[in-house]
């Protein structure tokens, strides 16, 4: 006996009967299921025993307003998602909608297309939310990782086995790697495990100050110095006597200044800019550059003497594209720590989103997981991070369509598997003569109990007219050829042809197709086809393609 199906459900809150019974009609005869609700109340109680997929709520209503009644939705059924009715699109309505977490914001009054396309969308978002149950539980505790170091990998370990042997010591300490693999952050691990913990800790990022200052940052300067030196000022190193001076991208240093910095290794002194005095200092010294050094010391733009004081004990990190298995672990802390610092609520990824991270290259690390982390947990609608909330740049390098905004979307009725559509300039939410049908407002019945807690659901099956004249009509109503028809016959003709690749051919000749009809528009192909504009231009240049 085949699994029951069920079609989406979708529950209707709005205390004008005309709206109710005009959405109840149009999307009844799409083959949806329907909830309506003349208030917020009702609604709240609706939606927490059906879990409808898509919500349309009024934000103007008699008692308990549409964002009122959005904040209690996102606990009564946490994954449906909302769609905002409002006759006045301000601004804070859109940010208050977005804040409290709809799905999207729709303006009264609304046409027929525009309703379909935001609960296509609404429902694929639904289902996707729904899928990624089964993605992965936090792997770690973030208060186990107060220094923000994480990962189980081999390369870490021996990372964290290096950290240990210098930490008591007083070597310097040279550390090496990619941008954003966490140098300081190894800098300050080493410093708060040392005997020197209770000392200072300072770190310098020299290539972010031009060679006319970093002198006096680093070693003061005297009243009178120079040009604008109203005051005596100490530097970095006698503010850190005592303690530990973190020199991040020490290979972009003046070769001037080199010799200073050798200076005060070798003798423990330095002296202010503009003074004569010699000052005794002590402190440990921990560098870190994303250059090879050994190149620049050949090339002599970086002391040899100092290359050698300073590289006394290595610490090279691995890029994360090297230690891709501690992904998870990563994504675990960061969500952790957004969660407890800016009361965010997202836990984890869904398991199609954390392949794409796991394969992602990260040219720019660690710093680049945490940005796409922070951005992703910004647009996700629920607990989960789904492939479609991950940045652009990310779904791009996969190829990974992902709909365009429901703003844009234009879908034709065909497209939505119904072959007679309302006229494109019928308007919902306008006043209406038509009396309001008593079953507009009934419920429908609810699922059976045999039916299993997964909601999967059925549209009628998209319908193409056939082209051919000789072709056999396939269905006694219409003499449509059903879409199943379809893909059969071009299978057969293209192996007859004794092709491969067919998934190839068949997407190159709809591109060209879908390219012919708009006259090269990218912008429209990209709608008809489904896919990114971003895909198609690869497309277009992969297959040099001619419109």
């Not at 370990?157 to 042997?165: A, R």
Request: proline letters at 5%; aromatic letters at 6%.
């Amino acid at each position: 006996m085949s699994e029951a199906v069920t079609a989406p459900s979708l529950l209707i809150i709005d205390d004008d009967a005309e709206i109710r019974y005009s959405l109840h009609r149009v999307l009844t005869s799409r083959g949806y299921r329907v909830l309506t609700a003349s208030g917020g109340q009702e609604g709240i109680a609706i939606a927490k025993q059906e879990r409808p997929h898509v919500i349309f709520l009024d934000n103007r209503m008699e008692g308990m307003t549409g964002l009122e009644t959005l904040q209690h939705l996102r606990t009564a059924s946490a994954k449906s998602m909302v769609i905002l009715m409002t006759a006045y699109g301000t601004t804070q309505t859109a940010i208050e909608a977005m804040k409290f977490g709809a799905f999207d914001y729709i303006i009264k009054p609304f046409d027929v297309k525009k309703v379909l396309s935001l609960t296509v969308s609404g429902v694929k978002a639904c289902d996707d939310l729904l899928a990624s149950d089964g993605g992965y539980t936090p792997l770690l505790n973030s208060e186990e990782y107060k220094e923000g170091i994480v990962g189980s990998s081999e390369p870490m370990q021996d990372v964290f086995k290096k950290i240990g042997q210098v930490a008591a010591s007083e070597v310097t300490v040279m550390i090496t790697g990619e941008s954003g693999t966490g140098k300081e952050l190894v800098a300050r691990c080493i410093w708060q495990h040392s005997l020197r913990s209770g000392q200072p800790f300072m770190a310098v990022n020299c290539a972010a100050i031009p060679d006319n200052l970093i002198e006096s940052e680093l070693f003061g300067h005297e009243k009178g110095a120079f040009t604008g030196a109203t005051n005596q000022r100490l530097g970095k190193f006698e503010l850190c006597d005592g303690g530990t001076l973190f020199l991040d991208e020490i290979g972009d240093m003046a070769l001037a200044t080199q010799t200073k910095i050798l200076r005060a290794i070798q003798e423990g002194e330095i002296q202010r800019v503009g003074g004569t005095k010699t000052i005794q200092v002590d402190v440990r010294l921990i560098a870190a550059t994303n250059k090879d050094l050994e190149k620049m010391v050949v090339d002599k733009t970086f002391r040899e003497d100092l290359y050698y004081r300073l590289n006394v004990m290595r610490i090279k990190l691995p890029s994360l594209r090297e230690r891709v298995g501690d992904v998870p672990q990563l994504i675990d802390f960061m969500l952790q720590r957004l969660n407890k610092e800016r009361k965010t609520k997202v836990r984890q990824v869904s398991t199609e989103a954390l392949a794409l991270l796991n394969r992602y290259p990260w040219p720019g690390n660690v710093r680049e997981l945490e940005n796409v982390i922070q951005r992703s947990v910004i647009v996700a609608q629920g607990e989960t991070i789904l492939p479609k909330d991950l940045p652009v740049e990310v779904r791009d390098y996969f190829g990974v369509d992902v709909p365009l905004p429901v703003q844009s979307v234009q879908l034709t009725d065909v497209a939505m598997g119904h072959p007679h559509s309302e006229p494109e300039s019928t308007l919902i939410g306008v006043a209406k003569s038509q009396p309001v049908e008593a079953a507009a407002r009934t419920q429908a019945p609810k699922p059976s109990a045999a039916e299993p807690a997964t909601r999967r659901h059925t549209v009628p099956p998209v319908v193409a007219k056939s082209t051919e004249p000789n072709e056999p009509a396939r269905t006694a109503a219409s003499g449509d050829l059903s879409m199943e028809d379809t893909y059969t016959m071009l299978y057969n003709r293209l192996r007859k042809d004794g092709s491969e690749g067919i998934l190839e051919l068949i997407e190159r000749g709809m591109i060209q197709l879908a390219l012919k009809e708009t006259g090269g528009n990218q912008v429209r192909t990209s709608l008809i086809l489904g896919i990114t504009r971003a895909t198609l231009r690869k497309r277009i240049d992969e297959w040099r393609l001619h419109y």
